[in-house]
């Protein structure tokens, strides 16, 4: 049977993962807390500079687009769902919109998300029409760093310095680290080994200090391997995007 509920809070999450990839590697608090620094231009800082300009250049962030896929996945059971790949839009703090590739019954089928606060609108894969579905997910809630995906912030390890890279033609810092896989469960479902590591590297933009990709590679979920891979290339940041609940 189609878990709706189970399917868009996942959905959600992806969209809004971005939130914790500019954060995972830092011990310090949300950007909206307190001003900072920026880096030095020209200069390679230091992870702790990176992420304290990032967070400083993020409070400004007021709409971004984000894409997912999914590379290797591992065999899923007919009860399982699994996303193959996702794109859409996030409007801060508390809308979404897009479209999830996913396996549901063995079959990929495609379905439409659309959250405004509290309430979540999804297409059935079958009829593609619109359902509602109230209080599945508030995506302000992971925003909130005693809840959801931020409460992965400090738990990363053996983090890197910054390294020169390039994400879809953005000049970037890239940094690494690693994750255990039991901080993920609560989206994933888990079934994993028990002390299962992910590595896990975030790009961050050199000129805006903005996040532009996050690569978690591992097994984060039953039926991963340990050469599943999910990325996440952000972009379109601060444009004008309208999200509204569908016609019912």
């Known amino acids: 049977?189609?878990?709706?509920?189970?399917?868009?809070?996942?959905?959600?999450?992806?969209?809004?993962?971005?939130?914790?990839?500019?954060?995972?590697?830092?011990?310090?608090?949300?950007?909206?807390?307190?001003?900072?620094?920026?880096?030095?231009?020209?200069?390679?800082?230091?992870a702790q500079q990176l992420l304290t300009?990032?967070?400083?250049?993020?409070?400004?962030?007021?709409?971004?687009?984000?894409?997912?896929?999914?590379?290797?996945?591992?065999?899923?059971?007919?009860?399982?769902?699994?996303?193959?790949?996702?794109?859409?839009?996030?409007?801060m703090?508390?809308?979404?919109?897009?479209?999830?590739?996913?396996?549901?019954?063995?079959?990929?089928?495609?379905?439409?998300?659309?959250?405004?606060?509290?309430?979540?609108?999804?297409?059935?894969?079958?009829?593609?029409?619109?359902r509602v579905i109230k209080g599945v997910l508030d995506p302000r809630t992971l925003t909130n760093p005693d809840t959801g995906i931020l409460s992965l912030i400090n738990k990363a390890r053996n983090v890197s310095q910054p390294s020169d890279d390039t994400v879809n033609g953005v000049p970037c810092w890239r940094v690494t680290g690693q994750l255990n896989a039991r901080y993920l469960a609560f989206f994933t479902g888990g079934g994993?080994?028990?002390?299962?590591?992910?590595?896990m590297s975030t790009c961050v933009g050199k000129a805006d200090?903005?996040?532009y990709q996050l690569k978690v590679t591992g097994q984060a979920a039953a039926g991963d391997t340990a050469q599943t891979t999910r990325t996440f290339l952000l972009s379109n940041y601060n444009e004008n995007v309208s999200i509204?609940?569908?016609?019912i």
Not at 73 to 91: E, K, L, W, Y
């Open 1 to 46: 049977m189609f878990s709706s509920r189970i399917l868009v809070g996942r959905i959600l999450i992806f969209m809004m993962l971005f939130l914790a990839s500019a954060l995972l590697f830092s011990g310090c608090s949300l950007p909206w807390q307190h001003n900072t620094t920026a880096v030095a231009d020209g200069t390679r800082p230091t």
């Open 53 to 91: 300009a990032l967070q400083k250049n993020f409070r400004s962030v007021s709409a971004f687009h984000v894409v997912m896929k999914e590379d290797n996945p591992g065999s899923v059971t007919a009860q399982q769902v699994q996303i193959r790949s996702a794109n859409g839009d996030v409007v």
């Open 93 to 130: 703090p508390d809308k979404v919109k897009g479209q999830a590739t996913v396996m549901l019954s063995g079959q990929s089928v495609t379905v439409n998300l659309i959250s405004v606060g509290g309430n979540q609108f999804i297409t059935d894969p079958i009829t593609g029409q619109w």
């Open 192 to 199: 994993v080994p028990a002390g299962a590591m992910l590595q």
């Open 209 to 211: 200090a903005l996040p």
């Open 244 to 247: 509204t609940a569908p016609h």
